[in-house]
């Protein structure tokens, strides 16, 4: 079955550093990516959609300055915390869907905590 | 707008029992898709089970099942003969896009006792 690698699993890092996640689609062609955040016991809420060579799509409230999102190839996808806080510690979770209506396969998420 | 309501926060099953997760959505599109997915401790998302809207036949995937009300716009997931391994949050997702941009619902905890 599709794979989806997502990596670092969990990142701890000081309050106003970058924090670069990768999302890796290891066996198929991922033309769509998404990403999600999810706070503790609550649900996936989607971030933003990004499709390969293209700007992403942000959902509203999302600040794209913040969370920078870059898909520059059709296996990868990265997103960016950038000047993080800890009011960014949160699960983030990517997937990938292949060309045409293929399924939405998901990465094994990233904690991130910002002390 | 879509919303995806899931009103149980937690439902408690004890083990070869069954449990029905409620889930209701509201969309103003004709053509959309269901799902249910699975989030153990692990935290992948694991699909469950998935329902083309223009399908008046519910979705089976071994024990585990939907009833599709699409006038009431109700999808609910039936858990048979439940397993300690179906002990997970369970997620309603609703997309208009086959497979894309996913509005999920706030979740239930499945509590498994044996």
């Known amino acids: 079955g599709a794979v989806v690698s997502q990596h670092p699993s969990w990142v701890i890092c000081k309050s106003g550093t970058s924090v670069k996640i990768e999302c890796r689609s290891l066996d198929f062609q991922a033309t769509t990516m998404f990403w999600y955040r999810q706070f503790p016991k609550q649900s996936l809420m989607l971030m933003a959609t990004s499709n390969e060579g293209s700007k992403a799509t942000y959902e509203q409230g999302v600040e794209k300055d913040k969370f920078l999102i870059n898909h520059a190839s059709l296996t990868l996808s990265t997103l960016t915390v950038t000047s993080a806080h800890p009011e960014d510690s949160s699960f983030y979770i990517c997937s990938a869907q292949g060309q045409g209506h293929q399924p939405q396969h998901f990465g094994d998420g990233t904690r991130l905590s910002i002390l | 707008a879509q919303t995806v309501t899931q009103s149980q926060p937690e439902m408690s099953v004890q083990e070869a029992e069954t449990v029905t997760l409620s889930c209701t959505y509201d969309?103003?599109?004709?053509?959309?898709?269901l799902f249910w997915y699975k989030q153990p401790p692990s935290r992948q998302m694991i699909l469950v089970i998935r329902q083309e809207a223009y399908k008046q036949q519910n979705a089976t995937e071994n024990r585990f099942s939907v009833n599709f009300q699409k006038a009431a716009k109700s999808f609910s997931l039936k858990i048979s003969d439940s397993q300690l391994g179906d002990a997970a949050m369970y997620f309603c997702?609703?997309?208009?896009?086959?497979?894309?941009?996913?509005?999920f619902g706030a979740g239930t905890q499945v509590v498994v006792t044996p």
């Open positions: 997702a609703q997309t208009t896009d086959s497979w894309g941009k996913f509005q």
């Open positions: 969309t103003s599109e004709s053509d959309y898709y």
